[in-house]
């Protein structure tokens, strides 16, 4: 099993910035991936961010330019930089890592999620 813990989230007006975290914990052998995910009211689950173990990055559309993730492999964390917030970034935001376990098997793990509001 695998725990995410996420942080950071807040209250912000618009044009505001964020730094969420996420730091996991437990029986990891190796990440192929950690991301962000968001879900806003009556909306889907979206991809914010993901970054692999090698580094590379991906972002959604509506945040690049504006979001930046990072990723520790030493701590297991991995962290956003939201930017230049605007109202439609609201949402619920979701850690997520990819994790092999030591039989090279690969599972999912999401974090609780963490509430981001931008607003006046």
């Known amino acids: 099993q695998v725990q995410l813990v996420e942080s950071g989230g807040g209250r912000v007006q618009p044009g505001g910035s964020l730094r969420l975290s996420c730091a996991a914990s437990g029986s990891i052998f190796n990440f192929k991936a950690m991301g962000w995910y968001r879900q806003a009211p009556g909306k889907e689950r979206e991809l914010v961010a993901d970054i692999t173990s090698g580094g590379t990055t991906s972002y959604a559309d509506s945040v690049k330019g504006r979001f930046t993730i990072s990723r520790d492999g030493a701590k297991n964390t991995v962290d956003i930089q939201m930017n230049s917030l605007k109202p439609e970034d609201t949402a619920v935001y979701y850690c997520?890592?990819?994790?092999?376990?030591?039989?090279?098997?690969?599972?999912?793990?999401w974090g609780q999620g963490t509430q981001v509001t931008v607003s006046s």
């Open positions: 997520k890592a990819d994790v092999y376990d030591k039989y090279w098997a690969l599972y999912d793990f």
